[in-house]
């Protein structure tokens, strides 16, 4: 009897230091699957993100860009550690973000790695590229921003790159950038943006 006693305020004790944990918030974490359908749900602009030079260039398609701050001009860029340009940009350790506007849905693809037999240099056959600040830009990316990075953040199969804008090129009035508008990403497709009536641009303070 002693012992079942004893595993039984064991128990109890588990139960409580569980009540105990789940009470500050130590909750699991939800599945992977769970999670994908989630983010399914969250909108982001279709950005480019390349480095190198003609001739030894890497890119790919990402959504995962964000602002930091404005002073100093900061970004986060996320991308997985098991791509060529990955390792690129850790060499580099300068990348740019190119905003892709509605029409360039077939560059996006090509990125992305949805055109078979492409990769690496050959992604940059398609469309007219410059270099800025020593990484390459698409001249008709609704901006361009060139970035130098400052830090390298380890996270999970990710690796989260904090960046300095060295430099900004914006397509306004660019006939490679037709409509001046994102090209968007959510559940699953590419999309594009519809202006809502009496809709005006102003910006949010608070972000910055």
């Not at 410059?130 to 953040?153: H, M, W």
């Not at 380890?154 to 904090?162: D, E, N």
């Not at 959510?186 to 102003?202: H, I, K, S, T, V």
Request: proline share 5%.
């Amino acid at each position: 009897m002693g012992g079942v006693t004893s595993l039984a305020r064991k128990a109890a004790d588990h139960g409580a230091a569980s009540c105990e944990a789940s009470a500050q918030g130590e909750d699991t974490v939800v599945d992977a699957a769970a999670f994908r359908s989630a983010m399914r749900r969250f909108a982001g602009a279709v950005c480019i993100v390349a480095t190198g030079t003609p001739g030894r260039r890497f890119g790919l398609t990402a959504t995962a860009v964000c602002s930091i701050s404005a002073d100093p001009p900061r970004l986060l860029v996320c991308l997985n550690r098991n791509t060529g340009t990955h390792e690129a940009i850790v060499t580099n350790g300068r990348l740019s973000v190119n905003v892709l506007p509605r029409e360039a849905i077939q560059l996006a693809r090509r990125f992305a790695g949805m055109v078979p037999g492409v990769s690496g240099e050959e992604r940059f056959a398609e469309r007219d590229w410059s270099t800025l600040a020593g990484v390459p830009v698409l001249d008709g990316a609704c901006v361009a921003l060139a970035c130098r990075v400052a830090e390298t953040i380890p996270a999970s199969t990710h690796s989260m790159f904090l960046c300095d804008i060295v430099a900004v090129h914006s397509a306004a009035g660019d006939p490679g950038c037709s409509s001046g508008e994102a090209l968007i990403y959510l559940d699953g497709c590419f999309r594009q943006l519809a202006p809502l009536a009496c809709n005006e641009a102003q910006p949010i303070e608070w972000l910055w």
